[in-house]
Structures are given as structure tokens and as C-alpha cells.
């Protein structure tokens, strides 16, 4: 079964530039996560999609982030502009719909975001 | 709001011991708790999930706990080898919301 699929892993950018990020979850998961973690710390929650519609953006800093799943499948998560605080790993996770009997959450490799 | 906390920060132990993990969550009202370990620049990878019904849950060297009540999940590991050297983080999922909290880590080192 493949895992989660995240790309690109690397990236560096200026601040105030714009950065795309893409997820691609493990087939039949109608639920995806986008986390950030900052070095040393455990990931936080930016966006929760159930298919293609929003559970959860509460903590998404909206004036600069934002994400979509259109097709309930692939999602993509948007920095623009970026500023030096950004700088973390953006984990995209997925899982079953919620309720069914095992909701493990599986994640992919990340993506490292540096901004200078 | 729901915090998690994980205790300790970081661990150093001799090859072949047995370690205990500790996490506490703050709210009880949890769906279930998974346990994952991260290596340096990667991903997360599932070690255990325990649903909130559950007590405890094996997979090899590794048993998990969880005690609802009390809001505390602990993560043993028995006969440490080098190569568990990670990060060690729980995550707690809400019930009344589907997203995970997570706590901010364990870093294990194991020496040979």
C-alpha cells in the first residue's frame, strides 16, 4: 500500500515570496491534515478536510495560508506572502473517515520550508 | 482546550535497558491516542494506537497504555537498542472534533 506522498521536500525561499506545497494521501482516506512543526516542538494542526470540504482551520493564519482539496483527493497548501517564522516542516497526514473503526492517522516524509 | 504534555524532554539510557515514556493530556474526552516516532528529518511513522475504550496495546518490544481517566498514556520499551534513538510524540484525537493534539516530544537517545 503506498504512503502518504508529499513534494516538494526541500525548499528555500526569500521572505515575502510565494511557496506551494503538495500531499497526496493514501487512497480511500477521506480525511487529510495539514500540520506545521517548528523545530523542537510537536506539529499543529493548520487545516482538517473531510473529502473536499473543511473541518477545521481555526489555527490556518488566513491572511497568508491557504489550502484546498478539490477533488477530495490530492490537496494543496499555499504560503504567500512568507515570512521568517514559516520557516518549519509541513506534514500532511491522512486517515480513514472519521467514525469508522480504525482512524490511525498515517503521515508522509514532509516538506522543509526555510525562509531567509 | 486540550494540551498534552510529555515527560521527559529528553532520555539517555544504555543499550538493553527498559524505558518508560510518559504523556498527559488534559482532557479526557478523547477518541483515541496514537503513539508515533520521528526520526531526524523525517516524517512521523504510527507505532500504536489505542482506541479510547482500550487499556493497553502491544506491537513487539513496544506497549502502550492508556488511562483515560487520569488522562495519562505511557509508552514502554523493553530491551532498548540503538536503533530506537528518536522522538517519541503521542497525539491525542478529540471527540468532538476529529484533528490531533500532540505533545511536544521525547527525544530518546539508546547508547551502544
Known amino acids: 500500500e503506498a504512503g502518504v506522498a508529499q513534494s516538494p521536500r526541500y525548499k528555500i525561499i526569500e521572505k515575502r515570496q510565494s511557496v506551494a506545497f503538495w500531499c497526496n494521501p493514501i487512497?480511500?482516506?477521506?480525511?487529510l491534515y495539514w500540520y506545521q512543526q517548528i523545530l523542537g516542538q510537536g506539529p499543529k494542526l493548520l487545516i482538517q478536510f473531510q473529502n473536499n470540504g473543511v473541518v477545521d482551520d481555526s489555527q490556518l493564519p488566513k491572511d497568508r495560508f491557504s489550502a484546498e482539496r478539490l477533488k477530495g483527493v490530492d490537496s494543496t497548501l499555499k504560503i504567500q506572502p512568507a515570512k521568517l517564522e514559516d520557516s518549519a516542516v509541513y506534514l500532511c497526514?491522512?486517515?480513514?473517515?472519521?467514525?469508522?473503526?480504525?482512524?490511525?492517522?498515517?503521515f508522509g516524509q514532509g516538506t522543509r520550508l526555510t525562509v531567509v | 482546550k486540550q494540551e498534552v504534555t510529555q515527560i521527559p524532554a529528553a532520555l539517555s539510557v544504555p543499550e538493553g535497558e527498559n524505558l518508560v515514556l510518559n504523556c498527559s493530556f488534559t482532557d479526557s474526552a478523547i477518541y483515541n491516542l496514537q503513539w508515533f516516532r520521528q526520526d531526524p528529518g523525517k516524517g512521523l511513522t504510527s507505532l500504536l494506537l489505542?482506541?479510547?475504550?482500550?487499556r493497553e496495546q502491544t506491537s513487539g518490544r513496544l506497549n502502550a497504555s492508556l488511562d483515560k481517566s487520569s488522562g495519562r498514556s505511557t509508552l514502554y520499551i523493553a530491551a532498548s537498542q540503538p536503533g530506537d534513538s528518536a522522538t517519541y510524540l503521542c497525539?491525542?484525537?478529540?471527540?468532538?472534533?476529529?484533528?490531533?493534539?500532540f505533545g511536544p516530544g521525547t527525544r530518546l537517545s539508546v547508547l551502544p
Open positions: 487512497s480511500g482516506h477521506a480525511t
Open positions: 497525539a491525542v484525537r478529540l471527540n468532538y472534533g476529529q484533528n490531533f493534539v
Open positions: 497526514a491522512s486517515s480513514l473517515r472519521f467514525g469508522e473503526k480504525n482512524t490511525e492517522a498515517f
Open positions: 489505542i482506541q479510547s475504550s482500550q
